[in-house]
């Protein structure tokens, strides 16, 4: 069964910088198509922050282009989150999601597999 599990989150004040990782195992296929970052803050909807296909297509949301940068490693499955430059707004529940195949977007209605979130909390 594959589990997704996600590591890297804490608290650190504005301007400053974060990694987060996620791995996702026991894939029966090659790999992930796709594994993305979402996050939740109290009180909002799950909004998609970037992607990354197995092929190396990237995307980002409005609200971390230029700050944030995702990568993957294909033979481990495990992917990447640098923010940097961080605000009190991107104080959330981070997720880390999986999806074997289809099309790659910001839509968490895409993705199959779920980590159980780690905590970014960012301090003004």
């Known amino acids: 069964q594959v589990q997704v599990e996600e590591s890297g989150g804490g608290s650190v004040q504005a301007g400053g910088s974060l990694r987060l990782s996620c791995t996702a195992t026991?894939?029966?296929?090659?790999?992930?198509?796709?594994m993305a970052w979402f996050r939740q803050a109290p009180g909002k909807e799950r909004e998609g922050v970037a992607y990354?296909?197995?092929?190396?297509?990237?995307r980002y949301s409005n609200s971390v282009q230029g700050r944030f940068t995702i990568s993957k490693d294909n033979p481990t499955n495990t992917q990447y989150l640098r923010m940097n430059s961080l605000k009190p707004e991107d104080t959330a529940m981070y997720y880390c999601?999986?999806?074997?195949?289809?099309?790659?977007?910001?839509?968490?209605?895409?993705?199959?597999?779920w980590g159980q979130g780690t905590q970014v909390t960012v301090s003004s």
């Open positions: 990354i296909t197995n092929a190396g297509t990237k």
């Open positions: 026991a894939y029966t296929d090659n790999s992930p198509y796709c």
């Open positions: 999601a999986a999806a074997s195949a289809g099309v790659c977007a910001l839509d968490a209605s895409l993705y199959t597999y």
